[in-house]
């Protein structure tokens, strides 16, 4: 009887975490199609009375959308291809055991994720001395090594067969040739998780905008919403014509329609790579 | 002679044997060097009155004058007591929570209730904490919040969520569990996986009941986890999360006494108010306390339990 009142208990508790996960995506994708005039007199709703495609007319009738989404992109795409292949040739370096150095290099990977490297030299580092204010490569290159993802593949480089290794050396063949020809394709399963673990940082960062780029008009996504949350001028910002002064401006509608351009690639794909990340962090979780 | 004597360096002789592996961590190298070690230069301004013009080797050197300026005001007290306050807040919430999670969805029998609940609680994981300020204000905002809405119809009056200090740290609780749960608790399942089903066996054997199980086989066994799960959350605890609260608090300076964290002090003071020396003295306190509390806690951890230190 104890035992059965537990299960319920149980699953009552995990519906209701599961419930209130979810609800914040929900308000947030409802309403975005709901009518203006709706959203300022009755707020945000659970389940709109009235719907309307007007916050993403306005906003697609703009430019700064489809601005903002290259930016995004180049970015992700850039910075996952730049960000894995660094790591990858990296944590084959710091796993391989002919490798003298491989644990003080291990050592000083690791310590740059115990201490911050410092808010103030890292802002003169990429605006003062490498001069990339405003540029998109300001949002690419910071990111390039994160040291908890070169760890996944420290470990599981670890688990492959050393004869791999020496077979191909017996051959004549040198490390650079043995890791791109034999070692990066049989793994491929982790480096597809690390690269997915990039592209979601990449996506998803607003930061290194916030910090390097002043142009309103090159800030990504992310900061899009920052910009349409805050920004009194929308009309200007979101780059519609100024002839149309007539129109209402959908403020409220327009705010969750790009929250929903923001993460509906992510949540689109969620369900196909969530697999990938569910592994990432059981190899992440191994200790080594 | 000389010549012979300096190339057999065991140094040269390494890096000139293993020349292709070197190569191929090069740019990781130079990437961890040119990024993460060269901006702790940025130190050195805490010691200076630092002026653009003149640069970092030409400024002014004022020794300590900048920490005095700090220690003298009254925000360092207030930054660090909400830094270490919220993020304990923080950690257990957010290991509480999913060690719940973790047992709990460890013990359904239900596959497609298994993964999708597994699946809701994972996704808050993958959205930018700038999407997460937007969803908070859906529920939070005076007049169009869900939450006020609510309240009104139960009879209750509005609260003025964004004016009222004192409530973030708990809201701000919730947010953070509501986003980590799902992750911390992945983290988890994955170490009860790896549990000998041997245990269970014998367990069973002796008649015990799952809740017994749980409790006596499973949470155990998961404690070295939680145990440097925690450390990792200690070691970190002068460590605001800037991103969370600058997205969900910006510069409301209504909220900052009980949300301004010293990430989002020396933010403010770079940014806004350009004083790179002060922002260094700030990051340099920072760093220090954070060395400090890693090494005693990892000293205690070494005493208590060997396996959950972290070096």
Same mark, same amino acid.
Do not use: F, S
């Given at each position: 009887m104890r035992e059965r009142l537990f299960l319920v208990l149980m699953y009552a508790v995990l519906g209701a975490f599961a419930l209130f996960c979810f609800i914040p995506f929900w308000i947030v994708f409802i309403n975005s199609f709901a009518d203006e005039s709706l959203l300022q007199t009755?707020?945000?709703? *659970? *389940?709109?009375s009235k719907f309307s495609l007007h916050a993403y007319k306005f906003l697609l009738s703009g430019k700064q959308v489809f601005l903002s989404y290259g930016i995004t992109i180049f970015v992700t795409i850039a910075g996952t291809a730049l960000g894995v292949l660094v790591t990858a040739a990296y944590a084959y370096t710091l796993s391989h055991?002919?490798?003298?150095y491989r644990h003080i290099l291990s050592f000083l990977t690791f310590l740059t994720m115990l201490f911050g490297t410092g808010l103030v030299g890292f802002y003169i580092l990429i605006a003062n001395w490498l001069h990339l204010k405003d540029s998109v490569w300001a949002l690419i290159l910071p990111y390039l090594l994160n040291p908890f993802y070169a760890f996944i593949l420290v470990s599981y480089y670890r688990t492959l067969p050393y004869e791999l290794n020496e077979a191909a050396t017996v051959d004549g063949a040198n490390d650079i040739y043995i890791f791109f020809r034999i070692i990066w394709p049989i793994s491929l399963p982790v480096i597809a998780t690390v690269s997915l673990f990039y592209a979601l940082q990449y996506w998803n960062d607003w930061y290194l905008s916030l910090l390097f780029i002043d142009n309103y008009k090159m800030l990504p996504l992310q900061m899009m919403i920052r910009q349409l949350m805050s920004n009194l001028n929308v009309m200007a910002y979101v780059g519609v014509s100024q002839t149309q002064y007539n129109v209402v401006l959908p403020t409220y509608g327009m705010q969750l329609a790009i929250v929903c351009i923001t993460i509906g690639p992510i949540v689109f794909v969620y369900p196909f790579i969530q697999r990938y990340f569910i592994k990432g962090l059981t190899l992440g979780s191994v200790k080594g | 002679m000389e010549r012979q004597r300096r190339f057999d360096l065991p140094f040269v002789r390494e890096l000139s044997r293993n020349r292709y592996l070197y190569l191929l961590a090069l740019p990781g190298i130079a990437f961890l060097i040119i990024f993460a070690y060269i901006p702790m230069l940025g130190h050195l301004l805490a010691f200076q009155n630092y002026r653009l013009s003149d640069g970092i080797w030409g400024s002014e050197w004022v020794g300590f004058k900048n920490f005095e300026f700090f220690f003298n005001g009254k925000d360092w007290l207030r930054v660090t007591v909400n830094t270490v306050f919220l993020n304990a807040l923080f950690l257990v919430s957010g290991l509480g929570s999913a060690v719940v999670l973790a047992i709990f969805l460890n013990e359904v029998r239900n596959r497609l209730f298994k993964r999708i609940t597994q699946s809701l609680v994972f996704l808050p994981y993958f959205i930018s904490w700038l999407v997460v300020s937007m969803m908070a204000s859906t529920l939070f905002s005076t007049s169009e919040g869900l939450i006020n809405r609510a309240l009104t119809f139960l009879g209750h009056e509005g609260v003025d969520w964004y004016l009222t200090p004192s409530v973030w740290p708990y809201i701000l609780t919730v947010i953070s569990a509501w986003k980590i749960a799902g992750y911390n608790s992945i983290i988890l399942l994955a170490v009860i996986a790896g549990i000998s089903s041997e245990y269970y066996e014998s367990a069973r054997i002796e008649g015990a009941s799952r809740m017994q199980q749980m409790l006596y086989i499973t949470l155990p066994l998961m404690r070295p986890t939680v145990m440097i799960l925690t450390l990792l959350g200690i070691g970190r605890i002068f460590y605001g999360d800037f991103g969370m609260i600058y997205a969900i608090i910006g510069d409301n300076g209504v909220l900052f006494p009980t949300t301004d964290v010293i990430d989002t002090y020396a933010y403010r003071s770079l940014r806004q108010l350009g004083n790179f020396s002060m922002s260094s003295a700030v990051i340099v306190y920072q760093s220090c306390m954070g060395l400090v509390t890693i090494l005693i806690f990892n000293a205690i951890a070494r005493k208590v339990d060997a396996d959950s230190r972290l070096f």
């Open positions: 009755a707020g945000y709703q *659970l *389940l709109p055991r002919k490798v003298k | -």
